[in-house]
């Protein structure tokens, strides 16, 4: 892929289009049932659709404010959030990062009707190299989410989030693809993301 030469004088901050153009088996098994999803494809299922999530609010899993990061954020919705721990009042977990988004799933036994993460192919990001680590820009409206089943992941990239080592989601798989091209990584679906991948990423990535 050509990527046009920045000069000296720009602020190396990238653009999508500049860019793109235009726990084992047991977690195998069992990922796209805790995740919840958007129904067998018949429309016979209907799951909340995604919210905008403040700046403000504080990661549920690690207790980060959200807005104070670049990367991909999360959010999952549970039919009875009251019943977690952590959720004082009806609402969707909010999540500063994807690993967060599925440390909280693994570590509940209470499955979310539908979890989202932020998709870069529904948004217009910026890649920032301007200093010694590079990020991905964050994007908080409801818009800006897609469901974590309809997603292609790219992780352990260069490109960073806000615990470090990074998951960044597409739902265009083609997008995902000229992604891990540019900045490496592992490219992963949905049910592909274990438990033991998101611990080592963040025990390494801070």
Known sequence: MNVPTVGADDDRRITRRTVLGGVGAASLATLAGCFGGSGNGDGSESVPDPISIDEGKECDQCGMIIGNYDGPAGQS??????????LDEDRPAQFCSSLCTYMFTFNHESEPQVSHLTDYSAVEYEVDTSTAQTTISRHLEADAFGDVTELTMVANSDVKG????SIVPFSDADQ????QSEYGGDIYEHSEITQELVSSMMSGGM
């Open 176 to 179: 995902a693809n000229e992604f």
């Open 162 to 165: 806000a615990m470090g080592e």
């Open 77 to 86: 919705h549970y039919e009875d959030p009251t019943a977690l721990e952590e």
